[in-house]
């Protein structure tokens, strides 16, 4: 794809189409629904969480005493028992998450809007949510290759030191590092780039495909890349001028309650100062329009995804099945 095609897959998700307000909608209902879970979650284990609070406050405060009370390292065992309730949760939020990014691109590649607001726990959510684990177990045994490459270098260089060995050798292997690490980042890089829209190929050929996404992104790597890299650029442009110009009206409203937080301010005093309007209006625009941006920045990246997946399928390199 040229400089033109990539940034057209950059904006693909917010172009003009039959039917407007369908991504929104759907985010709004994932926004919604996760909201409403974590409520759930926070009700449902209440007591745990204020042990856990309660816990944590109380080693911060030991901590800042000089003397760290060995007491409070282990936590109480109702904060244990929140374990696997957090794992079950963990679980069902990328369950959701999946259904909501099926949603995004089942809409996408094929104009299709099934459930509650694109909402469907069906066959594509759970294409999705395999790819999410197929991605984690890629990542492993790429951390593990990681360590193994530097790991067997590090341990080389320093054998070869301890041993006096020559100078130049240890020196060149010095040098080495850097260009290996290299060339393992653009490996890395070119996999993560042609394997990107794994979850589109699953979903334009109705089945599970992960590694069809390697046809998909045949002749298209510079244009894919392209289009990640300027997506990244505007995220980052965009966050920190919201964090920057933010930041400075909360600082500013912090600092006019800077009597309440002077010495050693006791909860009430530094919930009285969070409390007021010139504090607490800022923090929640900077959250507000935070989480905006991230929505716009995970459609936009479904989109630079799902372009290349329905280009594959006008081209005939994948087929969907029926």
Do not use: H
Request: proline letters at 3%.
């Amino acid at each position: 794809m040229s400089e033109k095609q990539a940034l057209n897959a950059t904006f693909f998700a917010f172009k003009k189409r039959e039917k407007s307000g369908v991504l929104l909608t759907t985010t709004i209902a994932y926004v919604l629904i996760s909201l409403l879970s974590f409520g759930l979650f926070a009700v449902l284990n209440m007591a745990a969480l204020g042990d856990y609070f309660s816990w944590y406050v109380g080693v911060i405060q030991s901590s800042a005493g000089g003397a760290v009370d060995q007491s409070m390292m282990t936590p109480p065992a109702s904060v244990v028992a929140l374990g696997p309730m957090m794992f079950l949760f963990q679980v069902f939020y990328y369950i959701l998450l999946a259904a909501y990014e099926a949603a995004c691109l089942r809409w996408l590649i094929k104009g299709e809007q099934k459930g509650f607001f694109g909402f469907s726990f069906g066959a594509d959510t759970w294409r999705v949510y395999l790819t999410y684990w197929i991605w984690f177990f890629l990542a492993v045994a790429c951390g593990i290759l990681f360590l193994v490459v530097f790991g067997g270098m590090f341990g080389a260089l320093f054998a070869v030191g301890a041993a006096g060995g020559d100078p130049s050798s240890i020196g060149g292997m010095a040098l080495a590092l850097p260009f290996v690490f290299l060339l393992v980042l653009v490996v890395m890089t070119y996999v993560g780039v042609r394997l990107a829209p794994a979850a589109a190929t699953s979903i334009a050929r109705n089945r599970f495909a992960f590694f069809d996404a390697w046809k998909v992104t045949r002749g298209r790597f510079w244009g894919l890349l392209g289009a990640f890299v300027l997506l990244w650029i505007m995220y980052v442009v965009a966050t920190t001028i919201l964090y920057g110009a933010g930041g400075a009206a909360f600082a500013v409203g912090l600092m006019s309650n800077a009597e309440q937080l002077s010495g050693d301010p006791s909860p009430e005093q530094v919930f009285a100062a969070f409390s007021q309007p010139a504090v607490l209006v800022p923090l929640v625009l900077i959250c507000a329009v935070g989480v905006v941006a991230s929505f716009v920045w995970i459609i936009a990246l479904f989109g630079i995804n799902a372009r290349a997946a329905a280009l594959a399928l006008e081209e005939g390199k994948i087929t969907a099945e029926a």
